[in-house]
């Protein structure tokens, strides 16, 4: 079977990469996402603020109790691209 056919999945903040990259891939034939975030600028003032003085921000991974680091660059990336590539 010759099956060329792309699908993407994605869970959480993966499911809005893989929404913002469908749109832009038009290679891409399907998408599934799971418990997707619904925007990438979900920050308030007073976080951002903080973001950028500590250089990172943490976040609990309520399954695994894992602190998720996030880089200065994600915020920049998302302040950067949040009318266009990152705007679900």
Do not use: C, P
Not at 61 to 74: C, G, I, K
Request: positive net charge; hydrophobic residues 40%; charged residues 25%.
């Amino acid at each position: 079977m010759n099956n060329q056919k792309i699908g993407i999945i994605g869970h959480s903040r993966g499911g809005g990469v893989s929404l913002s990259t469908a749109s832009e891939l038009r290679l891409v034939d399907a998408v599934a996402v799971w418990a997707s975030i619904s925007k990438f600028d979900r920050y308030n003032i007073n976080q951002k603020a903080l973001w950028q003085k500590e250089g990172f921000s943490e976040v609990l991974n309520s399954r695994t109790n894992q602190m998720m680091r996030l880089s200065l660059d994600l915020l920049e990336d998302i302040e950067k691209n949040k009318y266009d590539k990152l705007n679900i």
